[in-house]
C-alpha cells in the first residue's frame, strides 16, 4: 500500500497526464469548424466545451463587454425554446448549460450524463447556431450586467485587479474589463449586438471539445451532422493592436474597505513564446500556495499580510506577472517594502535546487489535478486549440518546467520583474 500511494504521489507530482489511457481525437471539417474528442471511459459523465474567438482582445472602450453581453442574451433562449425551457431540458439529463465571453475567446460550456451526450450536444448546437437574441431581452440582461459591474467595483480585491490591469496595459485590449462599463453597455444597441455575434460566429473561429465516456466515431458523426453544413465566413479581420504601456508608476487609489490592496508586477510571456514556463516557475517560487516566497517571509514570518498570492495567466498576447497581497492598512507600508524586497532578492540571487524542486512539484501537480475533470479537459483541449497550441502541449510544458534551471528563474527575473507597475487600494 506504501508503494502504491508513492507512486499515485509521484503520478501528481511529475505532472503526468491524467487518465493517460484516455484517447483523443482531432478533425477539421470541410467548413474550417474544429472538433476534438477526448474518450474518458473512466466516469459517466460528458463535458462540452464550445471556444469561440471572440473576445475582449476584439474589444475597443466604446464597445467593451460587447462578447460577454451577446452571450448573457443568447443563454435567454432559442428560436426553438425559451431559456428556461432550455435549461429545464438540459436539468432533466442531469446536466447544465451555460455561456460568457472572456478575454482571448467566449465559451459556451455544458455537462450531463455520458448516456445523454447526443442530446447535450444537441442543445450546445441549438444555443450557439439559432439564438433568439430577442430586442426584448437586452435592456434587462444590459441592467444585470451592469450590477455585477457595480459588485466588482464595491469588492475592494476585484476593483484593485481591474485597475491594475488598466494600468498595466493602457491602450492595449487586455485593459479593458470583460464586463465591459455601463456607458459602454448602454452604447450597444440591438444591431450592434447581432452584427457582433454574426462576425464570429462562424465555422473557422470555432472549436468544439468533447471530453467523457464517449465514442469518438460517434460523437465527430454527431458534430458533422450539426455544425458541417454552417456555411464559411471566413477569419474575422484582426487589426493590429495597440502595444501594452507597463508605465512602471505607482497608483494609489481610495475606497471604502476592511483592507488594503497591494499588486506590483510587469508584462510577462504569452502562451506561445519560449519563456512561458520559466516564468510559471518563477511564479510558483514567489507565490505558489503556502511554500510561495510571498506567504512565507511576509504572511508566516512578519504577519504583514492576510493574502499573499502570485498570479501569471496564459493569454495569446503579452501577459501579466501579478504579485499580490491583501493587508490591514497599519502594515501597509512594511508590506510594500517587503514585496519589494522580495521582488530584488529573487532578481539578483539564484534560487536552490530544493526550492527550485518544490515549486517545479507544486505548480506541476496543480495543473494535473486541475485537469483531472471532463469539464477542464474539455475546456484545455478547446483553449490550446484556439490560443494555437498543438495538442500534445501538456507534455511539452511538463517538459519544459522540469528543464528549468536556477538560472533560468534568475534571467526571467530580471527581464520581466525589470519594470514594476505598482497598483495600491486602501480605505479613505
Not at 478575454?103 to 442530446?119: K, Q
Not at 510577462?268 to 519563456?275: G, N, T, W, Y
Not at 512565507?296 to 497581497?325: C, F, H, N, Q
Amino acid at each position: 500500500m506504501i508503494r502504491l500511494a508513492l507512486a499515485l504521489l509521484a503520478t501528481v507530482v511529475l505532472g503526468a497526464p491524467p487518465d493517460a489511457a484516455a484517447q483523443t481525437t482531432r478533425e477539421r471539417l470541410d467548413n474550417g469548424f474544429t472538433v476534438i474528442v477526448r474518450e474518458n471511459p473512466v466516469a459517466p459523465v460528458v463535458a462540452v466545451s464550445l471556444l469561440v474567438k471572440m473576445g475582449t482582445w476584439w474589444e475597443t472602450p466604446s464597445n467593451g463587454g460587447i462578447s460577454n453581453f451577446v452571450h448573457a442574451v443568447m443563454v435567454r433562449g432559442t428560436t426553438k425554446r425559451s431559456g428556461a425551457e432550455l435549461a429545464e431540458a438540459i436539468a432533466a439529463l442531469g446536466g447544465k448549460i451555460s455561456a460568457s465571453g472572456e478575454v482571448d475567446y467566449s465559451e459556451i460550456r455544458a455537462s450531463a450524463l455520458a448516456r445523454f451526450w447526443r442530446e447535450l450536444l444537441g442543445f450546445t448546437a441549438e444555443l450557439a447556431l439559432t439564438p433568439k437574441l430577442a430586442p426584448g431581452e437586452l435592456d434587462g440582461e444590459r441592467d444585470w450586467i451592469i450590477g455585477r459591474i457595480q459588485k466588482r467595483r464595491d469588492s475592494a480585491p476585484s476593483r484593485a485587479f481591474d485597475e491594475f490591469f488598466a494600468t498595466l496595459y493602457g491602450p492595449h485590449p487586455y485593459s479593458l474589463q470583460v464586463l465591459g462599463t455601463p456607458e459602454s453597455l448602454r452604447r450597444v444597441d440591438y444591431a450592434a449586438l447581432v452584427g457582433w455575434y454574426r462576425r464570429f460566429y462562424r465555422p473557422e473561429q470555432m472549436t468544439l471539445a468533447v471530453s467523457g465516456q464517449v465514442s469518438a466515431t460517434e460523437v465527430l458523426a454527431e458534430a458533422r451532422r450539426l455544425f458541417g453544413e454552417l456555411p464559411r465566413g471566413g477569419q474575422v479581420v484582426e487589426s493590429a493592436r495597440p502595444t501594452p504601456a507597463n508605465p512602471g508608476t505607482r497608483r494609489v487609489i481610495e475606497q471604502p474597505a476592511q483592507q488594503t490592496q497591494i499588486l506590483a508586477g510587469g508584462l510577462a510571456p504569452s502562451l506561445s513564446q519560449p519563456d512561458h514556463a520559466a516564468v510559471k516557475v518563477l511564479s510558483t517560487i514567489l507565490g505558489g500556495g503556502m511554500a510561495g516566497r510571498l506567504f512565507v517571509e511576509l504572511r508566516d514570518k512578519r504577519g504583514l499580510a492576510y493574502t499573499a498570492a502570485s498570479y501569471y495567466d496564459p493569454v495569446r498576447d503579452p501577459g501579466a506577472l501579478i504579485l499580490y497581497l491583501g493587508t490591514a492598512p497599519e502594515n501597509a507600508t512594511k508590506a510594500e517594502e517587503g514585496l519589494r524586497r522580495e521582488i530584488d532578492r529573487i532578481r539578483t540571487e539564484a534560487v536552490s535546487d530544493d526550492e527550485l524542486g518544490r515549486a517545479k512539484g507544486y505548480l506541476l501537480g496543480r495543473y494535473t489535478m486541475d485537469r483531472r475533470t471532463n469539464e477542464r479537459q474539455a475546456w484545455y483541449l478547446a483553449f490550446y486549440e484556439s490560443e494555437g497550441a498543438s495538442q500534445d502541449f501538456p507534455e511539452r510544458y511538463r517538459k519544459a518546467v522540469e528543464a528549468v534551471t536556477p538560472a533560468d528563474v534568475l534571467r526571467v527575473a530580471k527581464q520581466y520583474l525589470d519594470k514594476i507597475t505598482t497598483l495600491v487600494l486602501r480605505p479613505r
